[in-house]
């Protein structure tokens, strides 16, 4: 984890215009979600960004492999564990995660929790900062158990996810 840079908006957007040249006209919405979506919020230095398709069919079929032919590397498995998202990732030669994608339908429940809890962090800053300190306790206590950094987060998600519905 980092503090969080001013620069990752602009690496979102210069990343997106690569992509959309290789995914037009299949691909809706370009959303950047995850940690390094909120101003001021320490993260892993990897730009998550949302793709919005009408179907998944239309991903398989066209935008996946648009987008492995920038370099990504398809990760089909995991929709074993995620059925509604097409996931890919961008790692340098060095071995670090520059971008993930996360495929999937615009409006999906999948599309409306990123955008909530995202939302949500954004406009409570206290909240951020919380989650925040909740994560780097984790990725210092799992720092090589992926599985058990998630697992660690999933109530405190949990519990932002609750308040934002009230919210709504």
Not at 82 to 98: A, D, K, M, S, T
Not at 105 to 115: A, C, D, K, P, Y
Not at 140 to 165: C, D, S, W
């Amino acid at each position: 984890m980092v503090a969080y840079h001013a620069d990752w908006p602009q690496q979102f957007a210069k990343e997106v215009s690569r992509i959309k040249a290789e995914t037009e006209p299949w691909v809706q919405a370009f959303v950047h979600i995850g940690s390094t979506a909120v101003l001021g919020l320490a993260a892993k230095p990897t730009i998550d960004i949302m793709l919005g398709v009408d179907a998944l069919q239309v991903a398989d079929q066209y935008v996946v492999p648009g987008i492995q032919s920038l370099g990504y590397d398809y990760l089909q498995r995991l929709e074993e564990v995620i059925p509604e998202r097409r996931y890919l990732q961008l790692v340098n030669p060095e071995g670090e995660h520059l971008y993930h994608l996360h495929l999937v339908v615009t409006g999906s429940e999948f599309w409306q929790r990123h955008l909530i809890f995202r939302d949500y962090l954004r406009q409570h800053p206290e909240t951020a900062e919380a989650y925040a300190a909740l994560k780097l306790s984790l990725a210092q206590q799992f720092a090589h158990n992926r599985k058990a950094y998630t697992e660690g987060k999933a109530p405190f998600i949990a519990k932002v996810m609750a308040a934002a519905l009230l919210e709504q």
